[in-house]
Structures are given as C-alpha cells and as structure tokens.
C-alpha cells in the first residue's frame, strides 16, 4: 500500500466529502448564488403579499429555509479554504443537517390543510388529529436539537462517548426520513377514508375572494369580508366551531396541490434516505460507497432542496395552501356583545357597533353639508 492509499485508508468516509478547491469553490458559489435568488423572490413575495393583507407565514420560512443554505454553502467555502479547522468543519456540518427540516415541516404541514379541507369534522381545533400533529411538529424540533448537538460534541469527547452519540444521530435522521415521507400516508389517509355526514355538514370557510391559483396573480384585499360577512356565511344557531380550510376541489387547484405535496415528499424521501445511509455505513476513503461522493450531497441537499422550492414558487404555494386568518375565531353564538342586534365582532381594533355608528354618522354629516 503506497502513503496515499495508507493516509486514505485511515479516513473514514463522509457523506459530500471532505472538500477540495477545485471543486468545492466553484459547486459552492453555485449553490449560494441559486439561494441567494430564491431568498429574493420568496421574500419579495412575503412582502407583496403582507401588503395586501394575504399573509402566508410559510413563505418567509422557504425564505428561512434560503438564508439558511447560503450560509451552509459559505462554511463549505471555508471548509474548503481551512480544511484543517474543526471548528468550520462542525459548523458546516450543523448547517448541512438544520435547513431541510423546514422543507418536512411545510410539506407536513401542507398535507395537513388538505386532510383538514376533506376531513373538517376530524381534524378541527383541538381534535385528536389537530393535537397529533402539533405534537409531531414539536418532536421533529426535538429531533433537530439532538442532531446539532450531536454533531457540535462529536468531535470533541473520546471513542466511547462518539459511539453513543453516533447512535442518536442515527435514530435522529431515520426520524427524519420518517417526517419526509410522512405528508404521502396523510395525503392517503384523507382520501381513502370516506366523508362523512359531519364533514359535509361542518361550518368551514375559504379564501374564496381568491380568483387564480396561478401566475403572477395577487389577491385583492378589497375582496376580503369583514368579520359581519364572515360570520354570515355560517348558519344560525351553529355551535361547532368553524374550519379554515384551502379551497374545495371544483376551484380547480386541489389536484395541483396534491401533486405539489407528493412530488416534493418524494424528492425530499429519497434526499434524507440516501443522506441517513451514510450514517449507518462506516468505511474508509479507500472503499467510499457512491452515496458519500461530492456530487451525491451537491444532488440531495442543493439540487433537491431548489427543485421542491422553485416548484413550490411556480405552483403558488402561497395561494393553493392559504387559509383565512383566525383573527375571527370567536363564537357565533355568543350574545353577551349584541346591543340593539348587532354582534360586536373586532375589525381591525374596532367593533362592528363602532362601525356602523361610524358610518351614520358619517352620513348624517354628508346630509348636512347637502342641506
């Protein structure tokens, strides 16, 4: 065995590599500049929309999710330039493993709206289901923790501990090929079980002052209605409480997102499974398997992770997956505020009762100056 081979054969392999210049700096500024992008035009979006009062929180995590990749790509740029350094080798590694749970989260999250819209009746507010994803949304934060602390520690206790460690990270990263695939069984579930009487019957309200789901459209906030409209759509003497749900299929845009949810569970599957391989299989340089090579980790962590955000961006996430906001959440039924048979519902700070005093007299002062 020549030097070279002993000196490989004496590092383990490790998933994208141990960086090199020649290819490092340029795959590197690559995937900061594709980000950098990205970032842009989700935020550019968030504000865009914010402005028209359409706020869609998942628009600044996919921005989150962007900061978070340029900032991987640069410690990989100084990976590259200070190989030696373990402080920027742990960073680089903590970043790698931290972004693409948001990606999880959002897809989670996604088909969760969707099982909501088929499924109002089971998935409500405080139902079973409600309370099982918020606590699934928690455990995979719990997950993220063990993981980048994990990988902070790793390097700097002995042999023994590095194993014990090395096993949480296992059981961390298998939690996460588990979340990724996770949004196909919930999309599943939401068809495979048939509707039932409750879920047809079930007060629910959508954006339905929203026109397209596609293009360059921007919904119109002089279309949203007040809380009094709100509430009108509900049937008197209802007591359930309502569900915010994505729009119904004959809108034309649940196929479409359905699609987005699949396509994008199994890239980001795939993605993790191949990157949680890495972990279970632990060789030298000299046999490294072709899931540890450098262009396997530019595949599943840069390439993916922009395919599903563009895909997202294109197919209008931002309005296929959007639900009113709770800000109306109040019983219908309460009576404790009607005065002369106006609910007094809030409206931006004020009640309806203010309102409608506002606007007689508003018209009592526009007859005056007529008379």
């Not at 065995?1 to 590197?28: C, N, Q, W």
């Not at 970032?39 to 869609?56: E, I, P, Q, W, Y």
């Not at 409608?356 to 007529?370: C, P, V």
């Amino acid at each position: 065995m020549t030097p070279a081979e002993a000196a490989l054969a004496a590092r383990p392999a490790m998933f994208g590599d141990y960086p090199v210049r020649k290819h490092d700096i340029a795959g590197s500024v690559v995937c900061i500049v594709c980000f950098l992008v990205l970032a842009v035009v989700n935020m550019t979006m968030l504000r865009r929309n914010l402005a028209r009062g359409h706020k869609f929180i998942p628009s600044g995590a996919m921005f989150g999710l962007c900061m978070a990749r340029i900032i991987t790509f640069s410690m990989r740029l100084a990976y590259t330039t200070h190989p030696t350094n373990i402080n920027i080798s742990i960073a680089a590694n903590i970043f790698l493993a931290a972004g693409v749970v948001i990606l999880f989260i959002l897809n989670i999250l996604f088909s969760q709206r969707v099982f909501t819209s088929r499924h109002p009746s089971l998935a409500y507010v405080g139902s079973l289901f409600y309370t099982v994803m918020r606590a699934f949304y928690i455990s995979v934060i719990v997950f993220l923790i063990v993981l980048i602390v994990t990988t902070g520690v790793y390097y700097h206790t002995n042999h023994t501990v590095q194993q014990g460690i090395s096993q949480f990270r296992k059981v961390a990263m298998v939690y996460f090929v588990v979340s990724a695939f996770l949004p196909i069984p919930i999309v599943a579930a939401a068809y495979w079980i048939p509707r039932s009487e409750k879920d047809e019957t079930w007060p629910v309200h959508y954006a339905h002052w929203i026109e397209r789901y596609s293009g360059l459209y921007s919904p119109d906030p002089r279309r949203k209605p007040s809380a009094a409209e709100f509430y009108a759509e509900i049937p008197q003497g209802e007591t359930r409480r309502p569900v915010h749900v994505i729009p119904p299929p004959e809108r034309g845009a649940r196929q479409v997102s359905v699609a987005l949810i699949l396509i994008a569970a199994v890239i980001l599957t795939f993605a993790t499974a191949v990157r949680t391989a890495s972990s279970f299989v632990v060789v030298s340089l000299l046999e490294k398997p072709w899931y540890d090579y450098r262009v396997t980790m530019y595949l599943c962590i840069a390439l993916a992770e922009l395919l599903v955000e563009i895909m997202w961006i294109v197919g209008r996430v931002d309005l296929k997956f959007y639900i009113p906001d709770n800000k109306w959440d109040k019983s219908a039924s309460s009576t404790d505020s009607d005065k002369d048979g106006v609910m007094d519902l809030e409206v931006d700070g004020e009640t309806e009762v203010e309102l409608d005093g506002a606007r007689r007299a508003g018209d009592a002062g526009a007859l005056e100056k007529q008379l």
